[in-house]
């Protein structure tokens, strides 16, 4: 059973999402929040699996709310949006998100994310991070140091471009001609070194450190 905090200012919002989650055999609403501050104190009480948190909600917003669960547990969070190019996206997957989806998706589309996220795998497609990064990045400083990036061999600096860029590890293996479960290794030595919990937190270091910069995907290198 997959356990799941729903948190939303709307109240008939969360009503919809629980009838939603709580359809499936496999899912279980085990709190809901009407704002970030109690969306984090659900997490510290229920241990949710996924908490899928709206990014505007008041007292404290779904980035801060985000920073705070990722940074006391396991939990996975998912962000809802209204707006596919949100200008707050990009914070919310800096802080520590798994990933966004819309609040118009497919129902299919939003319980598949939450078994995705539960599962540790990339919630968001990466080419739809990549956009949302190339829209944002531009308006950043300079690339930032990353903690761990000294730490990477040259094949995983070319994997982590490649991975950047939005390729699977199937044409990741076949770009650099590897062996699938080699890049597999190599995916996780890059997520340990670097403190990335998934792909896409991964995708957003490459950017802030200048290793992707925007409207120049990586060419792959043999």
């Known amino acids: 059973m997959t356990t799941v905090l729903v948190a939303d200012d709307q109240a008939l919002m969360r009503a919809g999402l629980r009838r939603l989650i709580e359809s ?5 609403v085990v709190a809901e929040a009407s704002d970030g501050a109690e969306a984090v104190q659900g997490c510290r009480e229920h241990h949710p699996d996924v908490a899928l948190l709206d990014i505007r909600m008041p007292r404290l917003d779904g980035i801060q709310a985000t920073r705070q669960i990722v ?3 396991s ?3 998912v962000l809802l949006t209204l ?3 949100d200008e707050y996206v990009y914070d919310g997957l800096r802080a ?3 990933g966004f989806l819309l609040k118009d998706s497919p129902p299919g589309q939003l319980l598949a994310a939450i078994r995705a996220a539960a599962a540790g795998d990339a919630l968001i497609e990466p080419r739809v991070t990549r956009r949302l990064l190339e829209e944002f990045i531009g308006q950043r400083a ?17 994997v982590w471009k490649l991975l950047a860029a939005g390729q ?16 597999k290794t190599h995916v996780g030595n890059l997520f340990a070194k670097l403190g990335a919990r998934d792909r896409v937190q991964a995708v957003v270091l490459a950017y802030e450190a200048g290793i ?4 120049r995907p990586p060419a792959p290198r043999a």
């Open 168 to 183: 699977s590890n199937a044409e990741i293996a076949a770009a650099l001609f590897l062996g699938e479960a080699t890049v």
């Open 75 to 77: 939990t996975r969070v």
């Open 142 to 158: 300079e690339p930032r140091a990353v903690p761990g990036i000294g730490l990477l061999t040259e094949r995983e600096r070319e």
């Open 83 to 85: 707006f596919d190019l």
């Open 71 to 73: 940074a006391a547990s």
């Open 24 to 28: 499936e055999p496999d899912l279980d």
């Open 96 to 98: 520590g998100a798994t």
């Open 212 to 215: 992707v910069r925007p409207g």
